[in-house]
């Protein structure tokens, strides 16, 4: 694939436009235990986190299943229901402002994220920036997550995109190869720096 044949660019949006961590709603509940803490979020948080992303389940039918398969941890999955517009943090403006320069220079920018239906979009009037897709696909929305090609699949579907008109943005590096093996264009972001450098060298903005 040539760098000129790029004219659309699909973003993730969690740890690349949204800054996302659920780190500091459970660490008052470690107090003095990092290892703890670090087990629950690798280990039971994790668990509910991905099926939330994949499920069309809402929390109060997914929720208890967790709390029988990890009955230590029942309390901490009431907060994940009752907390979890607390794990976004805010909206990262270095990145913003390459998403605005696009969409400045005419380039179609789409999003597709792991993100529970119930959930999306977040709350707040600072994601206003979300309207500036043309479309989102929502993982919880669609019962499909990233990396499954299946979701890239559906999203190329909607968004009216041959992958190899695609540039994919995301902070996950799987996910990032899981589009490079359908065709697309990948970026592995890191920083708004090296993202504005990549759309630039495919000639975007």
């Given at each position: 694939m040539t760098a000129q044949a790029v004219k659309a660019v699909i973003f993730d949006l969690g740890g690349v436009l949204i800054e996302w961590d659920p780190t500091p709603v459970f660490r008052e509940q470690f107090p003095d235990d990092a290892e703890?803490?670090?087990a629950f979020l690798?280990?039971?948080f994790r668990d509910v986190a991905l099926t939330s992303c994949e499920s069309t389940e809402s929390f109060d039918d997914?929720?208890?299943?967790?709390?029988r398969k990890y009955p230590e941890a029942a309390h901490l999955f009431d907060l994940f229901g009752a907390r979890w517009h607390d794990f976004v943090q805010a909206p990262m403006p270095?990145?913003?402002a390459v998403l605005d320069a696009l969409v400045e220079a005419g380039t179609p920018v789409f999003a597709l994220t792991n993100w529970p239906a119930e959930t999306f979009p977040p709350r707040g009037a600072d994601y206003a920036f979300l309207e500036a897709f043309g479309?989102?696909?929502v993982s919880?929305?669609?019962g499909l997550r990233k990396p499954d090609v299946a979701i890239y699949r559906l999203a190329l579907d909607?968004?009216?995109?041959d992958p190899s008109e695609v540039l994919f943005v995301d902070d996950l590096a799987g996910n990032v190869e899981a589009a490079a093996a359908l065709g697309m264009a990948g970026h592995h972001f890191q920083?708004?720096?090296s993202l504005r450098r990549e759309v630039s060298r495919h000639g975007l903005c």
């Open positions: 703890g803490l670090n690798h280990g039971p997914l929720l208890p299943r967790f709390r270095a990145s913003i479309d989102i696909v919880g929305e669609v909607r968004f009216g995109l920083d708004a720096a």
